[in-house]
């Protein structure tokens, strides 16, 4: 798998991703460059091997299809909905840092401004870490997940417990700096908590009602929500596994307050698809904080402000983000004009497996 499906998100890991062999179905009019036979093999193979099910939506110009692959529940015989909601991880990161830039936009912010000018106290070296380090994972904090018992037994144990924000940036804090501010980069999830309580210092509001009012309600997104503690994945949707011992362990319903605006939120894709063609486009932010969002530095020379860029064998540039919590991966990318665009969600398995048609899938997309 390439760095972008490496990179799961909020929690850090893909929780075993395998399974059940089970074929699917792909809609929509025919025609388009995009092969349909090809991204039903590549996402049979995830549910043939690391996946209990999964729905992909793919944009290709003006055309549109939706596809899916394995089962809704383990041993069940219902197909994934192809209008399912999913927790998608820290694709969430790309909403906060929208959020973050339209108040740099707005002169609320300033990217390279310290954390402590706003959020005093909070972070040990917050005079040396700019808010452009926390969007870029450039400002050396450690990640909190590290911090936390992931494996699937020690998660079960924690699964329902509510968090504050503070705690999970204290797990971080406890340990010294991975590097000095802006001299490295590497992925903390510590980073976009932060910037969740930044938005609500700065908005004097839940970070949760700035998402909404800046973009979910712009957008129409009526299948997205911030769950804060709340358990359950509401409406239709796929579950997802993990395996502890002898037991197979549905683990879709947690708290996701352990994740919080690193990793929380629920969304479709069809409304994911919403997003990333308004944030390919520019259509969510002024000119100069669309051009800071996209820009790499030879520090960052992959990640933006809270977008990923990778660059494919056959050469094609996408942007966007993957994500990851326990019983879900995701992924929501785009070509750089926003015309062709893929949006997945993959419920996880209780065991390891092969994770290859990702990459087929990602290819046929975006390569001609």
Known sequence: MNAMIKRVGALGAVVGLVGLAAGGTATAAAGGRVDRVVVQRAIDELTAGAAAGAQVRITDGRQTFTARSGVAEWGGGRPV???????????TKVFVSVVVLQLVG???????????????????????????????????????????????EGFEAIRYKHWEPAELVALSTAKPL???????????????????LLVEKITGKPYARAVEQRILGPLRMRDTTVPGDRVDVPGPHANGYVRIGDRVVDITRINPSVAHSAGEMISTTADLDRFVAAVAEGKLLKPAQFAEMT?????????????????LACGAEVIGHGGGIPGYSSLMLASEDGRVRLEASFTSAPADGPTGGVQELIDEVFCD
């Open 81 to 91: 909905p192809t209008d399912g909601r999913f927790r998608v991880g820290s694709i």
């Open 106 to 152: 707005e002169g609320r912010i300033d990217l390279d401004a310290p954390v402590s000018r706003h959020l005093p106290g909070l972070l040990p070296d917050g005079d040396r870490i700019t808010v452009r380090m926390l969007l870029q994972h450039t400002s050396g904090l450690r990640s909190y997940t590290g911090e936390l018992p992931l494996d699937p």
């Open 178 to 196: 991975d590097f000095a501010p802006g001299t490295d980069w590497d992925y903390s999830n510590t980073n976009y908590v932060v910037a969740g």
């Open 295 to 311: 820009g790499l530095t030879d520090v960052s020379p992959g990640y933006g402000l809270g977008l990923e860029w990778q660059e």
